[in-house]
């Protein structure tokens, strides 16, 4: 079936390192793909999306590209802050037919640090 | 322009009872998905109304079900709470069911049960 893989966590990096969290999926289809943020005791936030292979989305400095050679969303950012410091969550979603449902990983926590 | 609403924000209760969850989706929105979230882990998918019918189910078991309204709010009801069920229960919305419209989450309902 349908799934996302995220690397285990807690990530922990100092102000203004860079940072990467791996996701891999699976899907019998053309999924979109997907990254949301929980911050501390409230909902997810759509962070970035990318619709179709070599699509790279974007937001807040965070960049991912859909890779479909290597079935991959790997999420980055060039000098984080401490106010990422959040829950990151990888998801897909397939599009068609009675499915719109999003599947996600299981998220992975990043402490960002002075 | 209110986002996705939910409520209680916190509850508790006992093995057992039953529970009722509310949601209110973003304005403009027609569809309402619900997800579970347990500690540590991704959200999954309970099930999805659009035009007042679940359209779409995840795996959980019958003691789950919903209803949506005619202004498109919706409900989550849990009977014979397990232990198990304690988790935050999130709700989404997006407009025209099985569409690719962005999804919106609310911030959730902790349900604990004793």
Known sequence: GDSVTQMEGPVTLSEEAFLTINCTYTATGYPSLFWYVQYPGEGLQLLLKATKADDKGSNKGFEATYRKETTSFHLEKGSVQVSDSAVYFCALRIYGGATNKLIFGTGTLLAVQP | ?114
């Open chain 2, 1 to 114: 322009d209110a986002g996705v609403t939910q409520s209680p924000t916190h509850l508790i209760k006992t093995r057992g009872q039953q529970v009722t969850l509310r949601c209110s989706p973003k304005s403009g929105h027609d569809t309402v998905s619900w997800y579970q979230q347990a500690l540590g882990q991704g959200p999954q998918f309970i099930f999805q109304y659009y035009e007042e019918e679940e359209r779409q189910r995840g795996n959980f078991p019958d003691r789950f079900s919903g209803h949506q309204f005619p202004n498109y709010s919706s409900e989550l009801n849990v009977n014979a709470l397990l232990l198990g069920d304690s988790a935050l229960y999130l709700c989404a919305s997006s407009l025209g069911g099985s569409s690719g419209n962005t999804i919106y989450f609310g911030e959730g309902s902790w349900l604990t049960v004793v």
